[in-house]
Structures are given as structure tokens and as C-alpha cells.
């Protein structure tokens, strides 16, 4: 696993990851050169996460073969805003903050965009029902991926062309470890 977190460096700065989108690409090419197979983690959803920032994002998977790298509840990771959370301190991260979540232990947040909102309570469902029928991964993918394009006004891309009967990387057991 890599925390990867996002392609975006402005998102990469507020979170103050220490990488930048570069690292990351440089990251994947080492890797697959020593015949290692990342299994990055992604924080989807963000207040600085942008329409075209995702389905960029969306996109980067599906051209760097790492659909199947990507377990599906990532797509609608939401960032996760504790108390004590250095976050909080950011003038870019208050303006977007509801208040804390009565026994949730997190602030709740909105984003700028209503457009990205909804995409974000869509992509969880999604999600959602793609693990309960414990469907392979690359359809979720394709569904998200037409999702974000509902949401941005444009045609969906074509679907991910991936054998059903592929060789996948090593994963953990448990798909919702975030």
C-alpha cells in the first residue's frame, strides 16, 4: 500500500503529504520496473477536489492499468476531518466546515461545488451496492466513471478493456480498510 492520496499537488499541499503528482508517477515506473504492484490509497473526495480533478483522476487510473490496483471504496473516500486534525487550522478547510458530528468524532464538511456533493453521495452508493454484489471491480470503475461524467455534462468514456478472467494484484481480505 502507498498513500498515494491525490493527483492534484494543490490538494497534495493542503494535505501536506510531502509529494507531488511527478513523485507519484515516478513512484508507479519504479515500481512496476522492479515487478512490484503498488496498491495506492486515495482520498476522492476533498473541499479542493475539483469535477475535472476527479474524472482526470478517474481517467489516470484507467490509462496506468490501475483499476484493478484500486480497491472501489476509494473512489468515494471522503476526507476525514478529526478533532485535533492540523486540518482545522488550514483558513481553506474552515470555510468549508458544519461542525463536529455528534459521536461521529469527525467534522462534518460541504463542498463549494454541489455538483461534486452529489457526485461524492452517488459514488458511495454505488460502491456500496458494487461490494454487495461483490462485483468486479472494473464495472464499479466504468459506473463511477460514467457517474463523473453525468455530473460534468459529458458523454461517459468507454468502458475499461479488461479480460474478465485477469491476472489481479495481492489485496487484503477486507476491501473497506480506510
Given at each position: 500500500?502507498?498513500?498515494?492520496?491525490?493527483?492534484?499537488?494543490?490538494?497534495?499541499?493542503?494535505?501536506?503529504?510531502?509529494?507531488?503528482?511527478?513523485?507519484?508517477?515516478?513512484?508507479?515506473?519504479?515500481?512496476?520496473?522492479?515487478?512490484?504492484?503498488?496498491?495506492?490509497?486515495?482520498?476522492?473526495?476533498?473541499?479542493?477536489?475539483?469535477l475535472?480533478?476527479?474524472?482526470?483522476?478517474?481517467?489516470?487510473?484507467?490509462?496506468?492499468?490501475?483499476?484493478?490496483?484500486?480497491?472501489?471504496?476509494?473512489?468515494?473516500?471522503r476526507?476525514?476531518?478529526?478533532?485535533?486534525?492540523?486540518?482545522?487550522?488550514?483558513?481553506?478547510?474552515?470555510?468549508?466546515?458544519?461542525?463536529?458530528?455528534p459521536?461521529?468524532?469527525?467534522?462534518?464538511?460541504?463542498h463549494?461545488?454541489?455538483?461534486?456533493?452529489?457526485?461524492?453521495?452517488?459514488v458511495?452508493?454505488?460502491?456500496?451496492?458494487?461490494?454487495?454484489?461483490?462485483?468486479?471491480?472494473?464495472?464499479?470503475?466504468?459506473?463511477?466513471?460514467?457517474?463523473?461524467?453525468?455530473?460534468?455534462?459529458?458523454?461517459?468514456?468507454?468502458?475499461?478493456?479488461?479480460?474478465?478472467?485477469?491476472?489481479?494484484?495481492?489485496?487484503?481480505?477486507?476491501?473497506?480498510f480506510?
Amino acid at each position: 500500500m502507498t498513500a498515494a492520496e491525490s493527483l492534484d499537488d494543490r490538494v497534495l499541499g493542503h494535505l501536506a503529504k510531502g509529494h507531488t503528482r511527478a513523485d507519484l508517477v515516478a513512484v508507479l515506473e519504479a515500481a512496476r520496473t522492479a515487478g512490484i504492484a503498488l496498491r495506492p490509497t486515495w482520498v476522492a473526495f476533498t473541499p479542493w477536489t475539483t469535477l475535472d480533478g476527479y474524472r482526470e483522476w478517474l481517467d489516470f487510473l484507467a490509462e496506468e492499468a490501475l483499476v484493478d490496483h484500486v480497491d472501489p471504496v476509494q473512489y468515494g473516500i471522503r476526507l476525514l476531518v478529526p478533532p485535533g486534525s492540523l486540518l482545522l487550522d488550514l483558513p481553506e478547510m474552515r470555510q468549508h466546515l458544519d461542525g463536529l458530528v455528534p459521536g461521529g468524532f469527525h467534522y462534518r464538511w460541504t463542498h463549494p461545488d454541489p455538483r461534486v456533493e452529489r457526485l461524492a453521495e452517488e459514488v458511495a452508493g454505488v460502491v456500496a451496492a458494487g461490494a454487495e454484489r461483490n462485483e468486479d471491480a472494473a464495472l464499479t470503475f466504468d459506473r463511477v466513471r460514467s457517474l463523473a461524467a453525468a455530473a460534468a455534462g459529458v458523454p461517459a468514456p468507454a468502458p475499461v478493456d479488461l479480460p474478465a478472467r485477469r491476472p489481479r494484484p495481492p489485496r487484503l481480505t477486507e476491501p473497506w480498510f480506510c
